[in-house]
């Protein structure tokens, strides 16, 4: 089993920041992709960014020069540094992890990022 347990989301104006964590427990395999999506109120749930083993980092039209997806090995964290945050940012934002060695893919409870005009 993996847990995953995202903080960080909260209350920003336009062109602020927020930097999001997601903390992972469980069996992490070596293979593996980690991501970060978001849901806006009466969307879909859509990918932000996300990052795989020995290919690097993949992000949507919507985060590339804002964004940056890491990982932080000795805090067993996913990390999503949000940069000139918009309105259109607005959304529960949820961690991921899926593998070839998982049967499921795996989310956490998602955290709200609001960004005010």
């Known amino acids: 089993q993996v847990q995953l347990v995202e903080s960080g989301g909260g209350l920003v104006q336009a062109g602020g920041l927020l930097r999001l964590s997601c903390v992972f427990s469980g069996t992490i395999f070596s293979i593996v992709t980690l991501g970060w999506y978001r849901q806006a109120p009466g969307g879909q749930r859509e990918l932000v960014a996300d990052i795989t083993s020995g290919r690097g980092a993949n992000y949507a039209n919507s985060a590339k020069g804002r964004f940056a997806i890491f990982r932080d090995d000795a805090k067993n964290t996913l990390n999503l540094q949000m940069n000139s945050l918009t309105p259109e940012d607005t959304a529960v934002y949820y961690c991921?992890?899926?593998?070839?060695?998982?049967?499921?893919?795996?989310w956490g409870q998602g955290t709200q990022v609001t960004v005010s005009s």
């Open positions: 991921n992890v899926r593998s070839p060695y998982l049967r499921d893919e795996y």
